[in-house]
């Protein structure tokens, strides 16, 4: 993983993929064009199932580079991938579903401290009023307590799911990025504790708001279920995990 040896003029690289889903990333590259283009010095785009280039021709503020695989890849492998293509100070993992109605990356960076090395929003889910809570570690108990009354919401997350994820790049180069041997779901909260472990801090700029038109294919899909079953206990059985709970509170 390249650490960067001397900052653009705009301190972020962002990464989407794209799986068959042009559609929804063309409205995102729009509105990163209208409110934060003077932070983003350009979008690497990575297409993991074949389709047509109908950024083609756009007129951005920022170069859009696309990655065509020759086979798909996992979350983590194609956001690694595209990693290999930054040069900025912070590296942002997006999913293509995002929407921003103002500049929520610019007020990001400028909250950030010296220690941060994953910065987040906070996210609004469809048809909700207000965001999504804080994610307490990962458990079976936590899973099927964190929707119920008196459930305890933490002050700080301990994890932050893939959709937005502001990484440092040093952080980023430091931990090797996500571990690819998670497939679907559980490398967000493995980046994240392996994140903590290197000694960064999460950061949730408390004041600032994206929105998520999310598109939830393990609600409707036995496979993804299946997929996201598998992560967890991968997640369950790996060193960091055991790590992660053993550490004191942020």
């Known amino acids: 993983m390249p650490t960067p040896s001397s900052s653009p003029a705009k301190p972020i690289t962002v990464s989407i993929v794209s799986h068959g889903q042009m559609a929804l990333i063309l409205p995102l590259l729009d509105q990163l064009d209208r409110h934060s283009a003077a932070v983003v010095e350009k979008v690497v785009l990575t297409i993991n199932i074949p389709e047509p280039d109908l950024a083609a021709g756009m ?36 999913n293509p579903d995002m929407r921003f109605d103002n500049d929520v990356l610019s007020p990001l960076l400028a909250q950030a401290t010296p220690d941060a090395g994953l910065l987040t929003p906070r996210i609004l889910e469809p048809g909700k009023t207000a965001p999504e809570q804080h994610r307490a570690i990962i458990t079976p108990l936590e899973i099927l307590t964190r929707r119920r009354p008196g459930y305890a919401i933490p002050a700080v997350p301990a994890w932050v799911p893939g959709l937005f994820m502001l990484l440092r790049s040093q952080a980023y180069a430091q931990i090797k990025g996500f571990d690819e041997r998670f497939f679907m779901y559980g490398e967000d909260f493995d980046i994240c504790a392996r994140v903590r472990l290197a000694g960064w801090k999460l950061q949730v700029g408390e004041n600032l708001l994206a929105r998520h038109e999310a ?35 942020a």
Do not use: M
């Open 215 to 249: 598109q939830r294919a393990s609600h409707a899909s036995r496979q993804h279920l299946k997929w996201h079953v598998g992560s967890l206990l991968r997640v369950w059985s790996s060193s960091a995990f055991w790590r992660y709970r053993a550490l004191p509170p």
């Open 59 to 94: 007129g951005w503020r920022f170069p859009v580079e696309r990655i065509d695989n020759a086979a798909p890849k996992g979350f983590g492998a194609n956001h690694n991938q595209a990693f290999t293509h930054c040069g900025s100070d912070w590296f942002l993992v997006l």
